[in-house]
């Protein structure tokens, strides 16, 4: 039995919002893993500073409030 006319439409809007939804999925992974390893990269930044603080007796800030603000977005305490 052939489809009616408000049953392809249906179905044509549905593929389509399945597939910006798995694009959205998509971009946010991706978004997600540069923000990890973005993350990652102020904390080694932060460990090298800690370590040249110690050495050269000063006391320089290791962490940007962008850094710091984000980092207790992903891991609250």
Do not use: C, E
């Not at 999925?25 to 370590?51: E, I, W």
Request: hydrophobic share 45%; net charge positive.
């Amino acid at each position: 039995m052939p489809l009616t006319a408000y049953q392809t439409q249906y179905k044509r809007r549905m593929k389509r919002a399945i597939r910006l939804r798995a694009l959205a999925d998509k971009k946010a992974r991706r978004y997600a893993q540069l923000l990890a390893d973005a993350l990652t990269l102020g904390s080694s930044a932060a460990a090298q500073m800690n370590a040249l603080n110690q050495l050269y007796n000063v006391d320089v800030s290791t962490k940007t409030i962008l850094v710091h603000d984000l980092q207790q977005l992903v891991t609250p305490a």
